[in-house]
Nanobody, 119 residues
């Protein structure tokens, strides 16, 4: 599964952005899809995932970010904060649900898209 991520950009604090992650061919619903992010000098961290019709979020984005899926997987990001600044990556795989937030469960990664939130 090849993934293509898009939608990053520069936004002011409190603003919104929507990221999208799409395979070039028909999406395979058997795969879980997640968003991770990596800020400068920090490790890659889990943001959100959608798997088998359920959604999962890191506590830092609950209530602000929404992940959804149609022909692509979208990450609607509202009320953005400067600490959300990072390169965002989408990933697809078939992790066990208890490890859905671990990058080790995902074998297919898209290129990153940069999100910059100014204060």
């Amino acid at each position: 599964v090849q993934l293509q991520a898009s939608g990053g950009g520069l936004v002011q604090a409190g603003g919104s952005l929507t990221l999208s992650c799409a395979p070039p061919e028909r999406p395979d619903s058997r795969y879980s899809v997640a968003w991770f992010r990596q800020a400068a000098g920090k490790e890659r961290e889990f943001v959100a995932a959608i798997a088998r019709g359920r959604t999962y979020y890191d506590d830092s984005v609950k209530g602000r970010f929404t992940i959804s899926r149609d022909n692509a997987v979208h990450l609607q990001m509202n009320n953005l904060r400067p600490e959300d600044t990072a390169v965002y990556y989408c990933a697809a795989g078939r992790p066990i649900l208890s490890a859905i937030s671990s990058p080790l469960g995902y074998g297919n990664w898209g290129q990153g898209t940069l999100v910059t939130v100014s204060s």
